[in-house]
Structures are given as C-alpha cells and as structure tokens.
C-alpha cells in the first residue's frame, strides 16, 4: 500500500505537496509540483508550508491555513497563482487529511486551470459578441432610418431664418444623432461577415486613399499624423474592413494623447506577414486593462462604447490577421499582422 500510494503520489499529473500536520513542513512534493513551480525537491523538502504562499495571495493563502488550523479538508478552492519566471495563472487547491504511519499529514493537490479559464473567458467573449451580432441584425436598420428623418428635419429647420438663434443647439443635436449613428455602425459591422469585398491590392494604396480623412481628423482634434509605409506585396484585402479598422486605431491613438501629439502609421513586411501599425504617444495602457480590450462594451473612455476594437478583432479574423497590442508609459502599439501570400495582378 505505502508503494502504490508513493508511485501514485510522484507520477500524478496534478501538483501535490503532501506537508505534516503537526509541524507543517514539506514531507515530499512531486515531479508536478516541481515542473509547475520550478522548485528542486531536496530545497522545498523540510521547508514550512509558507512555500505556497509565495505562489497565491496572501489573503488566499491565510483563508487555507486558517482551514489548516481547524483540521478542515479543502475542496476546489480557486485563486491566481504566480510562478517563475513570472507567470500567472488559475489554480484549483485540494487538501486532504490523510493517516501514514500513523501520523496525520495533509495532501495539497494543486490543479493548474489556467487553460480552461482563458477558454472560458474566449467563451464568454464570443457569446457576448454573438448577442451583439442578434441585436445588431434585429433592431439596427429600424433604429437608423427615423433618425435619418429626424437628422434631415434639424438640418433643415436649422437654416430656417427663425431660428438662426438655435444654431449651436442645432449643431449638438445633429452631433450627437450622427455618434449614435456610428455606434449603431459598429453594431452591424459586427453583426455582418462579408466575404464579397476581398480583392487583390495593396494595403499602402488602401492606406493613401483616406489618408485625407485621418490628417482632417488629426487637424480637428489638435494632433498630428504620420505615415511610414514601407515596400509590402499584394494581398487579399477587404478595402471597407481596412479603412474601419485603421479608422477605428487612428482615432484611438488620437483619444490617447493629452495636449499635442502625434500618431504613426506605418506598414512593413515582417518574415510571412504584412504589419500594419499604428503608434501613438499616450500614456500607455494599464496591464489589468489590456487584456479586457477588445470585449465588446468594455471602455474606459467617458463616451466610449467598447465597439471600436470590437470592430477590429472581428476585421482581423476575417483577413486571418493577429491583433497585438504593445503599451509602455512612452506611448504605444496596435499592429495588425496580415498573412502574406504574395498576388500578381493579371495584365488585361
């Protein structure tokens, strides 16, 4: 029994610590234990049990100990876990209180989780995508078409000579139907997933045709743009996806800086993909947030909807492209990484 329980104990896929309960000190720990934590066995070994408090918190770690202490088994307690070299992650803990040789001892099992919680995440992201798509393709159109009306009336009503009085309300008013609007376009380019605008081009030419808009746009809100396109080959682009996309970052970048600042947009060819980046000099992002960005509604902009780089995730997976998001205190970086299969465009 004593060698079954010992070969179970070192080859379990789980990490275990099995730890006596009188002195709590580490009586063995598994391969595990150790291939999850990179802890030696003859270092942990002997060691008080304070060892698993320098991988969870110290508010988790003083909640099991206190069970501890009261001789209570733990079932699938869950709580974050950091290990080197700084890797965090999800973790399920199991204590037992099991009799060998006649001494009580408590068997920690450790279930590394972090997989199924980044899954489970994802899940929830594209279910709340999905509803975002229903309500989109549902209410979206009978929502636009009275506001065009209403739109139509104020900007007719605004050139009449009695109101001439009204006309910075006029304004606001029409301001604020037409931000309506552009959420209400966010909300059905999630909901559409159009195949029919891919054609072969070349992504600087997509680029250089509204280049016009984002210098207005740079103008208007006190910035400055530049652009740094570098030599790419055709690909398979969809002209309207790229243009929202790049729209979407410009503006971001844009919103990101306080005072007068400038925004970059460059592309270049990187191994197998084509990048398209754009690189401003905000504040940066903080790390608890970056990971969040991206989930529809999610902002941490005043009158910000969550839908813009919703927008984009959706853009990115329709052309096969990777979204990545590099942030520091001196600015930083969404780049947009096409798979590149090189087109030649057919002489006529």
């Given at each position: 029994?004593r060698?079954?329980?010992?070969?179970?104990?070192?080859?379990?896929?789980c990490?275990?610590?099995?730890v006596?309960?009188?002195?709590?000190e580490v009586?063995?720990?598994?391969?595990?234990?150790m291939?999850?934590?990179?802890?030696?066995?003859k270092?942990?070994?002997?060691?008080?049990i304070?060892?698993?408090?320098?991988?969870?918190?110290?508010?988790?770690?003083?909640?099991?100990k206190?069970l501890?202490?009261?001789?209570?088994?733990?079932?699938?307690?869950?709580?974050r876990f950091?290990?080197?070299?700084k890797?965090?992650?999800?973790?399920?803990?199991?204590?037992?209180?099991?009799t060998?040789?006649?001494?009580?001892?408590?068997?920690?099992?450790?279930v590394?989780?972090?997989?199924?919680?980044e899954?489970?995440?994802?899940?929830?992201r594209?279910?709340?995508l999905?509803?975002?798509?229903?309500?989109?393709?549902?209410?979206?159109?009978e929502i636009?078409n009275?506001m065009?009306t209403v739109r139509?009336y104020?900007?007719?009503?605004?050139k009449?000579?009695?109101?001439t009085?009204?006309?910075?309300q006029?304004t606001?008013?029409?301001?604020?139907?037409?931000?309506?609007?552009?959420?209400?376009?966010?909300?059905l380019?999630l909901?559409k997933n159009?195949?029919n605008?891919?054609a072969?081009?070349n992504?600087?030419?997509?680029?250089?045709?509204?280049?016009?808009?984002?210098?207005?746009?740079?103008?208007e809100?006190?910035h400055?743009?530049?652009?740094?396109?570098?030599?790419v080959p055709?690909s398979?682009l969809d002209?309207?996806?790229?243009?929202?996309?790049?729209?979407?970052?410009?503006?971001?970048?844009f919103?990101a800086?306080?005072?007068?600042?400038t925004?970059?947009?460059?592309?270049?060819?990187?191994?197998?993909?084509?990048?398209?980046?754009?690189?401003?000099?905000?504040?940066g992002?903080?790390k608890?947030?970056?990971?969040?960005?991206?989930?529809?509604?999610y902002?941490?902009?005043?009158?910000?909807?969550?839908l813009?780089?919703?927008?984009?995730?959706?853009?990115?997976n329709?052309?096969n492209?990777i979204?990545?998001?590099?942030t520091?205190?001196?600015?930083s970086i969404?780049?947009?990484a096409?798979?590149?299969?090189e087109?030649?465009?057919k002489?006529?």
């Amino acid at each position: 029994m004593r060698k079954a329980f010992q070969e179970l104990f070192l080859s379990n896929p789980c990490a275990m610590i099995l730890v006596a309960a009188d002195t709590e000190e580490v009586i063995n720990v598994n391969d595990s234990f150790m291939a999850l934590t990179g802890y030696d066995r003859k270092v942990v070994t002997g060691q008080k049990i304070d060892v698993l408090g320098e991988m969870i918190s110290i508010k988790d770690f003083t909640r099991l100990k206190k069970l501890l202490i009261h001789n209570q088994s733990v079932q699938g307690y869950q709580c974050r876990f950091t290990i080197q070299p700084k890797r965090t992650g999800t973790a399920l803990i199991n204590v037992r209180y099991l009799t060998i040789h006649k001494k009580i001892t408590v068997l920690i099992t450790i279930v590394d989780v972090t997989e199924n919680a980044e899954l489970r995440d994802h899940i929830d992201r594209l279910s709340c995508l999905n509803l975002v798509g229903q309500l989109a393709a549902s209410i979206g159109h009978e929502i636009r078409n009275p506001m065009t009306t209403v739109r139509g009336y104020l900007r007719f009503m605004q050139k009449k000579l009695d109101f001439t009085g009204y006309d910075e309300q006029f304004t606001m008013m029409i301001q604020e139907l037409d931000r309506a609007n552009a959420i209400i376009t966010d909300f059905l380019a999630l909901a559409k997933n159009r195949v029919n605008g891919f054609a072969i081009q070349n992504i600087n030419d997509i680029i250089q045709d509204i280049s016009p808009l984002m210098e207005a746009m740079a103008s208007e809100m006190g910035h400055h743009i530049t652009f740094d396109l570098g030599q790419v080959p055709n690909s398979l682009l969809d002209k309207i996806d790229i243009h929202k996309a790049l729209i979407n970052l410009v503006k971001n970048g844009f919103e990101a800086m306080d005072g007068k600042g400038t925004v970059i947009v460059r592309t270049y060819k990187k191994e197998d993909c084509i990048v398209l980046q754009v690189e401003d000099e905000g504040k940066g992002i903080p790390k608890e947030i970056v990971d969040k960005l991206g989930t529809p509604f999610y902002t941490t902009k005043e009158k910000g909807t969550g839908l813009g780089l919703s927008v984009c995730n959706e853009i990115a997976n329709r052309h096969n492209a990777i979204l990545e998001i590099k942030t520091s205190a001196a600015g930083s970086i969404f780049s947009l990484a096409f798979p590149c299969k090189e087109y030649i465009k057919k002489k006529a």
